[in-house]
């Protein structure tokens, strides 16, 4: 997974620069509100990127701590201007399945699917006991995925995206193949890369493998390592999770002994 996100990080930004991360963040902390996490202010996020959501994060107050499997990731989001900042984000290379900070947070996200690139039983609960051991009682975590009864409602289909700054062109082919015995889609990316200034044409070929997850398997993970399911939410609305919801957002409290 790291070297997938290695090739992509150059042109990472410029293919989501039409995603609304200060609209994602604001709905995030809404539920942070709602649920009482607002008794401190550090924050781990689980899969970083750039550092756009946890640019973000910082400007609201929150000491952020980034991880991110990606070195090329954690450098562009090191090396990203902040301002209006009162901490700046601190970002390490790491997997998410098993790093150990030594510390603990009020809060922990996991955003843009992160939680969906843990193919396995294994590493799902992996991933969940790193939050648990980073968490401090009655803390909460978010995270978003890929949903079940959405995607085999509405399944993956080819799509075309094409993006353009003043440097590059870049146009991303995904074909989605669905394994649904597995639970899991192999997202086939190709990418091709114009410089405008020398139209030299570069390709990056991919294979995203993700997996679509349901609320018990989840439940039963979660319940392995300390941590309960408060709600899930279609994400960026207040409605709950249903047949016609491809992104769930789980909000989940790990128990207070």
Known sequence: MSRIFDAYAAYYDLLYQDKDYEAEANFVRGLLSKYSAEMGNKLLELGCGTGRHAEIFSRMGYAVHGIDLSEAMVNAAGSRKYSDCLVEPIYTVG????????????????????????????????????????????????????????????????????????????????????????????????????????RKVSHIAEIHKMRYLFKPE???????????????????????AGLETWTAVFVIKKEDF
């Open 218 to 240: 989840i439940d039963y993970l979660l319940g392995e390592v300390g941590l309960r399911c408060i709600e899930v939410l279609e994400w960026m609305t207040d409605r709950q």
């Open 95 to 198: 997997d998410v399945r098993s790093i150990r900070l030594e510390k603990l947070f009020n809060v922990v996200i996991s955003l843009f699917h992160v939680a969906s690139y843990q193919t396995s039983n294994l590493d799902l609960k992996n991933m969940f006991l790193t939050v648990a051991e980073h968490l401090h009682p009655g803390g909460i975590f978010i995270f978003d995925c890929w949903y079940g009864p959405g995607v085999l409602t509405d399944l993956p289909k080819n799509r075309v995206k094409k993006m353009i700054s003043e440097e590059f062109e870049v146009t991303r082919i995904a074909n989605p193949t669905i394994y649904p015995n597995s639970n899991l889609v192999d997202v086939g990316f190709n990418v091709e890369v114009v410089e405008k200034a020398t």
